[in-house]
């Protein structure tokens, strides 16, 4: 829908030829109606008004369209608004009113009474603290907007719009009219109305009193939203009805509000109000699959903790929570949500209305739904407009004082910044829009690859263990980049429920036109998990489908990539004569439309490996792009990233920001003489991405060293047998050739480039030491094969190396290396102890044995002394028995102190830690000996 045409001016409309007349009569009316009035006026009060201005009532000027794709049924209005009295020319605002369509109606049907729902930008001016003036802008919700549509009788295609509903400032009712829209070529009649209405209010919301608003401020943040006691002399009211549900194309939440009690927790004095159960983009997707065997849905959980004190269920009040996302086929993203209120209102049927807002990642948003009396509660969530900031233009423009009418809160809005259109995206494709052979209609040859196209694409198609099929692999500007390790992530693929719709409808297709014999896609003997379902999407490979979507990394920048998000592919597979088959595509992403063409070559029951060339029809120009806000620059493929898909209002705000690629064209010549210049390499902080990028590497090493072995003489494993040599097995103890390599390789048991070079390495080594002769032919030939390794395996070692050190360790690493960093540093202290101990008692046995020697040798003296006086001591001798005797008893006191010494020095060293009976026993024993040669010396004269 072209915005443009929802902007054009009152002259414009007055121009136009259709209209002129009809708008001519009812300006006459009015014109006399007001002249009637005044002369009234004045002949009653004798004073004429004239003079007095009309009305300055905002006037609202749109489209009224209907959207039907993608589960989403409503009529659209959408347009700009502005007040018709202006003392400036002041830029037009946005606004917009949604009406969802249920089932029983015909969505195609325009103009069609009922109920809208919406919201429009409001900008005024302000002073900051610095005194200057400002522009703020903020959306202001609109609900219960019923419309009337009355055509008028003569005039074909008018129909004149009345409405009435309610805002924050008050009543309004709307008045004007509504024409149908000139068609154009392709287009239908009927297809889309211009709208141009006016806004009345007729009682204005009455602003809370002081008092109310301190006693809200000094309200506990997580209660102000709670059940407080209403005053005992206040007014019983009326119970509201119960909230409508919106059966489709809104964001539903439906789970089970549960309370839990300390006794349940095991937690003192805390009571948990928890909410589980399943969201899905509509209520009819939740009901029609409330076990989400199809996997349409996703998880959710709030809870909210209180006091155990607290008697009241269900409880008002600060929820928290998290939500899953899916991004890719098994792979989901958990979405936290911290700023969740809830308010359960009584309503008329006897449960509960549940009103709130939130806010999480994708924006903010409002809550309605129910919660019935067995505690399943129904919410809807309705993300608001986002807010627009003002540039540095719009607010020097909007430095100019304007007056504006009534209400009051509307008074800033009359002079307003420009707000650019909404981009719209590209149409949606079908599998009309492929052009591929027809199935049966005879033989189909071997594509062959596109001289012209923007991008190579590799990777396996496969089916996934709950029936959704994925293709996930490298692309690259051309094959020399794929050489070149120049390559980045691509995935795509279709969900599982529908895979399985669209397999039914491709096996019938090929059934009736009979192609079925000769390209049957169901699988045989295939068995399922025993948990998952087995449907059609796990027996039927490959699958015609318009319901593909991916996305691939784009670089961004110098040192970045982004994520260019594909919104759909068609495809379609034709088998050809050589067994395998042909893909057909075309697709839609933010830089066009594109087409694919290429092969996919089955490797199992239901897997192949599949080469697809992208080509866009017209390179996109390069736009200027503004910087992305934070809140717009992720996105999670299938979730809840497009805020049109739900009921609230949300109008476009700002034209989507659009990501220019660094790449200078995306067509590229294949066969073109010029040299190419290869773009810088890819950066990718995934430690996986580069692994797997480095073993591409290392199979196509290997194959390059199978093409080098000419003679096969490593490519299969030795047959000692076969070659006479017995003892072949005793002298190589692990043998390895290049064919048992290439079989790891392919089962994904070799995980890294280093054990892949050893193993390698050990083919060549065996060959090497077995035939240790160097002129053996054998030899040589192993040694030129390790050399050729050696020098193409050094780039990837050296790659392979430094990701190990650039490689961020997890959680589980850091402490595991923090438990051996203090193991090791234990050992270290115990190992320093111990050799300080067996210092200290070297040193010690160093000096006793010192002791030692001396008393020996003192010892050893005093023997010698004894024999040379027992050899004096002869009968022949003149000395006298006292004389001898006295001597004696000298030497005996002698050899008392040297006994008692020794006995010292051995306590010394054996510790001091005998009992005093085994002392005593050893002193006795040593002394009994000295008593004998006392003896004999005695009796020798």
Known sequence: MDDASSVADDKDEADDSANKKSEGDKKKKKKENNNNTADAAAAEGGESKSDEPPPNYPLLVGTLSYVDKDNLRRHVIRGNWKYEQTAEAAAPQRFELLRNIPPEEDVTQLPMDGEFNGSFSLQYAFKNTKGKLKLKNRTV????VVMSFKEDKDNEGEFSVNGRGTNEFG??????????AASTAGEDDGKEYKVKVRKRYISLAEPPALEEKKKEKSKDKKRKLGDAAEPSDAKPQELPPPTELHPTGVICLRGKLVRHTSADLSLD????????GVWAMGLDVILADPENTRGECN???YQHKCSGDSTVFPLSGRYTGSFYVTADANNK???????????????S?????VEGKGSNYYGKYTI?????KEGVITIFRNFQAPKVKASKKSAAAAQVTVSTPEPGPLNGAASSASISSAATGPNLVSLDDVRAPLAGSGSVPVLDPPRDYAAVMRGILKIEADGSHTCTGNWAVTNDHFQSGLTSKYHFGIEGHRAADDAKVMLQRLKESGANSDDDRELKGVTGDGVTPMTLANTTFPIDSSLYKGTFKLRKGATKTQTIMDKQIAMKFVKNDAGSYNVYGRGVNEFGEFNLVGTLIIQGKANGLMQVYRIYEQPPQPVVVQPASKKSGKVFPGGMTEKAGNSGPVPAMKPAERFTPSMSGLQRRESSGRSLKLPPRLEE???QAVMDRLMDQCRQILKELQVKDLHSIFAAPVDPVALNIPNYLEVITEPMDLGTIDNRMNANVIESPEEFARLVRLTFTNAIKYNSRPDNAVHRAARDMLTIFNSRFGTIDKTFENAKKNRKLTKAERQELKRKEKEAAKEAKKKAKEEKERKRKAAEDAANESKRMKIENFMNDNNATMDAIRGAADSSSKVSRNEFNLLLEMVQRMQDHVVGLHKLVNNNKTGGGKSQSSTSSKKSSQEKPAQESSTVLIDAP
């Open 141 to 144: 919700a609109e609900s219960g």
């Open 171 to 180: 009543v309004f009712e709307l008045f004007g009219t509504a024409s149908k």
């Open 269 to 276: 004095n805390t009571i948990v109000h928890r909410i589980k």
């Open 299 to 301: 998880k959710f959980e």
């Open 333 to 347: 993203t958990k979405v936290a949500e911290k700023d969740v209120i809830l308010k359960f209102c009584k309503n």
């Open 349 to 353: 049927e006897g449960y509960h209305n």
């Open 368 to 372: 309605t739904g129910t919660l019935d």
């Open 685 to 687: 902080d995934d430690p």
